[in-house]
């Protein structure tokens, strides 16, 4: 399977998951010239701005670790982009999550990979 698979797969497992938490989806692979939001999601009066990231080895500090200052900053311009073609949003509170698949790490009973889900991620 190759990457683009493998994240797109990620993304999908990512929305299960997120919709199991009840949140509630606005957009998927939002894309501007800034670059691309994987899902924007509504969790009461919330708009998240999520990116999902996969990673097979543990190299270079896993999943998490790979959404540095550099990608943190197009995700922050992609976001108000989204904002400002999309103003009823723009009174909801905003975060910016990461959902990780990280290498090595087993589901209980020995499954893919559970998501780690790390809530404001990252601000302003």
């Known amino acids: 399977m190759d990457r683009q698979q493998l994240g797109k797969?990620?993304?999908?497992?990512?929305e299960q998951f997120l919709r199991k938490q009840k949140l509630k989806l606005i957009c998927r692979n939002f894309n501007s010239?800034?670059?691309e939001i994987d899902l924007i999601m509504l969790e009461q009066r919330s708009l998240i701005?999520?990116?999902?990231?996969?990673?097979s080895y543990k190299n270079w500090g896993?999943?998490?670790?790979?959404?540095?200052?550099?990608?943190?900053?197009?995700i922050i311009h992609c976001a108000e982009f989204f904002l400002s073609q999309h103003p009823e949003?723009?009174?909801?509170?905003?975060?910016?999550?990461?959902?990780?698949?990280?290498?090595g790490i087993k589901a209980h009973?020995?499954?893919?990979?559970?998501?780690?889900?790390?809530k404001d991620a990252f601000r302003l």
């Open 9 to 14: 797969d990620a993304e999908q497992q990512a």
């Open 33 to 35: 010239r800034f670059g």
């Open 49 to 55: 701005f999520i990116e999902v990231r996969s990673r």
């Open 62 to 74: 896993g999943a998490s670790a790979s959404v540095d200052y550099r990608k943190q900053q197009k």
């Open 89 to 103: 949003y723009g009174k909801l509170n905003c975060r910016f999550d990461v959902i990780a698949f990280e290498a």
């Open 109 to 118: 009973g020995g499954g893919d990979s559970p998501p780690i889900w790390y």
